[in-house]
């Protein structure tokens, strides 16, 4: 078990057109047996980054840490790491039980009976012991990914690396096992860093969830703190589905408003210190948009937004309505009471506390929703904003 | 009567449709389709391959020699004489055959090792990201693409005891004392391999280039965070990842081999020494220059069946395993 | 095999008038007949050929095509021409072919009635050579051209090396090989490439044996005398160190270049390898001199000739025509023209009156060297023993050059070959 530290991290690689900057000056903390995930679209560099906690890639600058052991320059084998592939990448040639003692047969020195015996504990525990005998050819792809999972878990590493390892399964597999490695997670305590673009994976397996892009760390923080204080815009439109809707808005400090073409809302009491310019992004989760049935009757009447509907997703339990306002195109996701159809006119609420404003040209945050990002802070959270 | 009239029918429809190409109308349009592409090709695999080895096969079994080499049909049955006579040990034909077929086998193992070896290596070397590994590849290729007899008479210059370049070189840098035979005692069928080995070798390297291009690369990662060496890796991914693309080129140079002629039929002159002569070679010396063609089939049959018989039992104990398992 | 069309013939020779005039003369025998004909290929052949059946047509109107065949592969090719009896009319034959390729059927009988009377009269030929030519009672071919392996010598180098004279028999050999202090080698002979039982046939008719016994019904190499000369040969590198080791790999062409480039001041070999000798700058016939090969033990001389001759194959649909070219190219001056060109001496006995044979060395092959002369036996199986012999005594003289030669390999080698020989015959 070792605390990993990546400290300025850095790896370009030279191509044909120049060098391409793969990871810019990484700084991350993993906590020993945290589960760290890393997210963002591809290319954004978290594979790289993790290929370079586990010494697949040399580090162009910085240096990578394990506890207080410098391993920048070690081998992989010299890290003592596991790592799980998004193929897989079991031996084809050799037997689950093979392919899982590979790992103690090249990298220990235990007999044979002891490497036999870890393998089948884990593999009880994997449930996977009457696949054992069988090469992976023979296995379903669920049945591939537990042997190369039971693979990493029987070295008892002191760091887990997974590299999209759910990608290849299908949704209803992909589920079940989200919450199986989460469990299995916790009852080994190995600090495991987990790489994803699917942010799905990236809100509920980790105990904090590493959003980059470009190569570059947008934000580190608890789901829930990227989820409700994203530090930038690009955070706040990763995270989360469908994705919050981004406004383009005129700031009137006179008038204490923001505005554009179509509505026109008074700056949030908390925001108004922090406001300064004259353009701001406003974003607005779809779930905390609310359509207004009885618009006399509402309580704050001034703030309603007339729009257009332009086509509805019903998803069952709730329903994507997709809105036109002012030319931008707004996402309410609503209970549905309504039956609202494309074409139909209907007002929407957008409560002023649940408005997050960013910076136009930064995209940087300067106001959050008042969402409470862990239940023990909620009364703290309500009311003003916080950067995390 | 109505149910037997319309059995009658039935069976004279059957008949029909059985008499011509029974298993032909059983077959559906596409599968038609493949039949008349593949028509011309068996028709040449007869002409060319089969009807030599019934006709060989056939004149094993009778007395053709010079006196009937005009008129083999003519020549008398003979049952399974031709084949006791080239079998007897203790004769001196027998005892020549037998010795060649030990040639053969050490001719046909002693190409594969260094064929192989030399292939692999060449292909890994390739595999490797270098400058130049393109330019290397082709001049990798070139004893392969070479015309084979040229190829042969230039080595047959360089292995000559006094005048050859071989025995120069070695001589000069101190490996050995005296000139070497190279091409005649027993050395003959060492040089026979090494030459047949240089011609051959860059076709198994293609294909273990081919292999080793197909292995992903991810399972030299998962090796390397396993703790393998490179040895290791080598020994337990990239070998065991040959090994359909292996179990071919063994299976082909042994073969390609053992009824390889030009080799040593170039290579050694017009008075091959005894040690090179493998059975191919002795096949035809005995069969050709002696119009023994009754006798000269019986051994070519005896080869055929060696060569066969080494070809199932490899390919029932090692290909059949793990070819039809690892190949996908 | 280069085939000649007669379209290439009549350009090459510029024979447009020769063809008219042969229309015209052609006293109507010969009038539009074409014959096929086949030779082994050599220098020189072609401008032969083509000059010989351009003035051939011109006499009869008989048309010549002919083309080529390389040693290596003619036997496989008259093998096929005769199991399906296809081919050439008239085709060059080897004499050790003979029995096997008669037996076949390859041969038409040129004593029979449709080509006797025009065939050469044989009546000119030496006894030896209508030995070789004739097979149980068949004549098969008209000898062509022949050779006897001959002593030569380069006397300057000889003289230099401080030895007299021509060796008389193995021990002058012997000594005189050993006293001789030259920088090259005082004697070499083809080695095992090219058929090394000529060597040992030649011992062994040097030590009083004889290959087969007298009704050619029973090996008789085998015996001391076989015996014998196959330890002299092998003993010749590794008694004696005679012979140099490295001509064990040597074959036709490197003999004949190693004694043009005088790395050797004497060999034993045929009429070619003077002609190898002469065709080098700055050398003369005058520099050598020939005499019949060392004697053995007992005074026995004996060396190999070789012979071809030229034969009809039996399904020709014109054997006068054939016989005529036959004939034509038995003259003396044809016959010594071929012979020359490919370094051999003329069967027709007038052809050494012409210009190439003007010279005393020729005269030396024909009257010392012919007489001691002998061949390989014409008997059905041959071809099998002469494999086998070739075979073992090319195992015993490279064993001896490698040092893997053993007491009794010798008898047992020889054994095995009369037990294959005995089987054959």
């Known amino acids: 078990m070792a605390r990993v530290i990546v400290d300025d991290l850095t790896k370009e690689y030279n191509s044909p057109g120049g060098s391409i900057l793969a990871v810019d000056e990484l700084n991350l903390e993993i906590d020993d047996g945290e589960f760290v995930v890393f997210v963002g679209p591809s290319g954004c560099g978290k594979s790289t980054t993790l290929r370079c906690i586990a010494g697949l890639e040399t580090v162009t600058d910085g240096t990578l840490h394990f506890g207080d052991e410098d391993v920048t320059d070690q081998k992989p084998k010299e890290r003592n790491i596991a790592m799980v592939f998004q193929n897989y990448a079991l031996y084809p040639h050799m037997t689950s039980r093979e392919n899982m003692a590979f790992g103690l047969k090249m990298s220990t020195d235990l007999s044979k009976d002891v490497i036999d015996e870890r393998v089948e504990d884990t593999a009880e525990m994997m449930g996977i012991k009457e696949l054992l005998a069988d090469k992976p050819k023979a296995l379903s792809g669920g049945q591939q990914q537990r042997v190369a999972l039971g693979r990493a878990i029987v070295r008892d590493p002191e760091v887990f690396l997974m590299d999209e390892p759910l990608s290849n399964l299908d949704a209803k597999l992909r589920a079940q096992m989200r919450t199986e490695l989460q469990q299995l997670q916790s009852e080994l305590d190995v600090t495991t860093v987990y790489v994803t673009h699917d942010q799905t994976e990236a809100m509920t397996m980790g105990d904090r969830i590493v959003v980059l892009n470009d190569g570059k760390l947008q934000q580190v923080g608890t789901p829930l703190e990227c989820y409700h204080r994203p530090a930038n815009r690009f955070v706040a439109g990763f995270l989360g589905s469908p994705p919050m809707n981004f406004l383009e808005v005129d700031v009137d400090l006179e008038s204490g408003t923001l505005s554009n073409s179509a509505f026109s809302l008074p700056i949030p009491e908390s925001a108004v210190d922090d406001v300064s310019g004259s353009k701001l992004t406003l974003g607005i989760r779809p779930e905390h948009v609310s359509l207004v049935d009885a618009v006399e009757t509402h309580a704050e009447p001034d703030h309603l937004i007339e729009t257009e509907v332009t086509v509805t997703e019903p998803m069952g339990d709730i329903t994507n309505v997709y809105l036109d306002v002012g030319g931008e195109s707004l996402t309410v996701t609503s209970d549905d009471r309504l039956g609202v159809r494309g074409g139909d006119t209907v007002h929407i609420h957008v409560p002023a506390a649940k408005i997050h404003l960013f910076d136009a040209e930064s995209g940087e945050a300067i106001k959050h929703s008042d969402e409470p990002i862990d239940s023990t802070r909620i009364a703290e959270a309500s009311g003003h904003a916080e950067t995390a | 009567m109505a149910s037997t009239t319309r059995q009658f029918r039935r069976r004279v429809a059957d008949l029909q449709l059985g008499n011509y190409l029974p298993f032909y109308s059983r077959l559906s349009e596409e599968q038609r389709f493949a039949y008349k592409l593949l028509a011309p090709g068996l028709a040449m695999m007869c002409i060319i391959h089969f009807l030599p080895i019934i006709w060989g096969t056939l004149i094993s079994f009778m007395g053709v020699d010079s006196t009937y080499a005009r008129q083999w049909h003519n020549a008398p049955f003979v049952g399974l004489e031709n084949y006791l006579y080239v079998l007897d040990p203790r004769t001196v034909i027998g005892g020549r055959f037998w010795f060649s077929i030990r040639q053969t086998v050490i001719f046909a193992v002693g190409s594969l090792v260094v064929t192989y070896v030399l292939g692999l290596t060449a292909a890994l070397v390739l595999n490797q990201k270098f400058k130049g590994r393109f330019v290397a590849r082709t001049l990798l290729l070139l004893p392969w693409v070479a015309p084979v007899v040229v190829t042969l008479l230039i080595w047959r210059m360089m292995f000559q005891q006094q005048s050859g370049i071989i025995n120069n070189i070695l001589l000069s840098i101190g490996i050995i004392d005296e000139p070497i035979y190279w091409l005649i005692g027993d050395n003959t069928i060492w040089t026979l391999v090494l030459t047949h080995s240089w011609t051959q070798f860059p076709l198994v390297m293609i294909m273990l280039y081919a292999g080793l291009q197909g292995i992903p690369q991810q399972l030299y990662e998962a090796a390397s965070i396993d703790g393998a060496s490179r040895w290791q890796k080598f020994r337990y991914v990239t070998f065991p990842q040959l090994k359909p693309v292996s179990a071919v080129v063994v299976l082909l140079v042994m073969l390609w081999t053992m009824i390889n002629f030009t080799a040593p039929y170039v290579l050694l002159g017009a008075q091959p020494p005894r040690a090179g002569q493998v059975g191919i070679l002795y096949i035809y010396e005995f069969a050709f220059s002696n119009f023994q063609f009754g006798r000269g089939a019986a051994m070519s049959v005896i080869l055929f069946i060696i060569a066969m018989t080494m070809a199932m039992v490899y390919y029932k104990y090692l290909f059949d395993d793990d070819f039809t398992e690892d190949s996908q | ?425």
């Not at chain 3, 014998?228 to 590198?237: G, H, I, M, S, V």
């Not at chain 3, 001389?301 to 034509?328: C, K, R, S, V």
């Open chain 3, 1 to 425: 095999m280069r085939e000649h069309t007669r379209r290439k013939v009549l350009a090459t020779t510029g024979a447009v008038s020769a063809f008219s005039l042969a229309g015209c003369i052609s006293d109507g025998n010969g009038d539009g007949t074409t014959i096929e004909t086949r030779y082994m290929d050599a220098p020189g052949a072609e401008e032969y050929f083509e000059e010989h059946a351009a003035n051939f047509e011109e006499e009869t109107g008989i048309h010549v095509e002919f083309e080529f065949v390389g040693w290596g592969e003619a036997q496989e090719v008259l093998m096929s021409d005769i199991t399906s009896q296809t081919g050439p009319d008239v085709q060059e034959i080897a004499s050790t072919w003979i029995p096997e390729q008669a037996d076949a059927g390859g041969w038409m009988d040129l004593e029979s009635d449709e080509v006797v009377d025009h065939i050469p009269d044989t009546g000119m030929f030496e006894e030896g050579a209508m030995d070789v030519a004739t097979f149980q009672d068949d004549l098969v071919g008209i000898p062509w051209f022949w050779g006897p392996r001959a002593w030569q010598q380069v006397d300057e180098e000889v003289e230099n090396g401080g030895v007299g004279g021509h060796p008389d028999d193995w021990d002058d050999l012997v000594d005189q090989a050993q006293s001789y202090d030259g920088d090259n080698d005082f004697f070499a002979l083809m080695g095992s490439d090219f058929e090394p039982m000529r060597n040992f046939a030649m011992f062994l008719w040097q030590s009083g044996g004889q290959l087969l016994n007298d009704d050619l019904s029973e090996p008789a190499f085998h015996n001391e005398e076989g015996v014998q000369a196959l330890e002299f040969y092998a003993d010749l590198y590794r008694e004696y160190d005679v012979l140099p080791s490295e001509t064990v790999e040597w074959a036709a062409a490197d003999i004949n270049g190693a004694f043009a480039g005088r790395q050797m001041a004497s060999t034993v070999d045929a009429l070619g390898t003077v002609g190898a000798y002469e065709d080098e700058d700055g050398h003369s016939l005058d520099d050598l001199s020939i005499s019949a090969p060392p004697a053995g033990p007992d005074g026995d001389g004996g060396t190999f000739f070789g012979m071809e001759l030229l034969g009809i194959h039996p399904w020709t649909d014109e054997p006068e025509a054939a016989a005529q070219w036959i004939d034509y190219l038995l003259r003396a001056e044809p016959n010594a023209e071929i012979s020359s060109t490919i370094g051999f001496l003329p069967t027709n006995p007038d052809g050494f009156d012409t210009d190439y044979y003007d010279h005393d060395l020729y005269d030396a092959f024909n009257e010392d060297v012919f007489p001691v002369a002998q061949t390989y036996p014409q008997v059905l199986g041959w071809g099998e023993i002469e494999g086998e012999l070739n075979s073992v005594v090319a195992e015993v003289i490279q064993n001896a050059v490698t040092g893997d030669l053993e007491d009794g390999d010798i008898e047992d080698a020889l054994d095995d070959a009369a037990e294959v020989a005995h089987q054959t015959l």
